[in-house]
């Protein structure tokens, strides 16, 4: 595809259920990031990819979050038990660096919204 | 102490004018720096990356990197009412892990 995807656009789950989350990344980007944005508020990193690898997990905030990425391509972001304070727009960023340059571009984003 | 300080604004500046946005970080070993703007709605887009001091220009930005003084800037010449968004500033260290500010809102007046 052209840009990074992120499916779905919109969720909307109870508290207590488990969610998955998923970015298609732009073709080639060896780098993947998730991140989310509450409200208002800034962009929190989560978790970053390079190829099928997550080097630092620390960014996620709690153990009901994990992560993984497939193949190099594919990411899932998983929210296990629910909980309203997880509502926000979950935003997938894939990136290439080389020779100094980096691209980068963020998917349309996964609204979330925990009832 | 926040990781990255940004001034939330509003910022404004009269179309033509330059408009400079300030960021400051706390952790001396920071590798890279990006800038990003966030139309409201949307995500946000890269639109400056930098790693060396100095100064790196793109078409009417420029980001001005300063470690000794641990901030970034960044300055937009010729500033249009299409560049009213919000700015965020993002910092990452030898991790990856990338650590952001607020952002800064930014309204150029026609």
């Known amino acids: 595809g052209a840009g990074v995807s992120q499916s779905p656009s919109n969720k909307v789950t109870e508290k207590g259920k488990d969610v998955e989350l998923r970015c298609d990344p732009i073709?080639?980007?060896?780098?993947l990031y998730w991140y989310r944005q509450s409200l208002g508020q800034g962009l929190e990193f989560l978790i970053y990819f390079q190829g099928n690898s997550a080097p630092d997990k620390s960014g996620l905030p709690s153990d009901r979050f994990s992560a993984e990425r497939t193949g190099g391509s594919v990411s899932t972001l998983t929210i296990q038990r629910t909980q309203q304070e997880d509502s926000a727009v979950y935003l997938c960023?894939?990136?290439?660096?080389?020779?100094?340059?980096?691209?980068?571009?963020f998917g349309p984003g996964t609204r979330l919204l925990v009832l | 102490q926040k990781e990255v300080e940004q001034n939330s604004g509003p910022l404004s500046v009269p179309e033509g004018a330059i408009a400079s946005l300030n960021c400051t970080y706390s952790d001396r070993g920071s590798q890279s720096f990006f800038w990003y703007r966030q139309y409201s709605g949307k995500s946000p887009e890269l639109i400056m990356f930098i790693y060396s001091n100095g100064d790196k220009e793109d078409g009417r930005f420029t980001a001005q990197l300063n470690k000794a003084s641990q901030y970034v800037s960044l300055l937009i010449r010729d500033s249009q009412p299409s560049d009213s968004a919000t700015y965020l500033c993002?910092?990452?260290?030898?991790?990856?892990?990338?650590?952001f500010g607020t952002g800064t809102s930014l309204t150029v007046i026609p």
């Open positions: 960023a894939s990136s290439l660096r080389w020779g100094g340059q980096e691209t980068q571009y």
């Open positions: 993002a910092v990452t260290n030898t991790g990856n892990q990338f650590y």
């Open positions: 073709s080639g980007h060896t780098a």
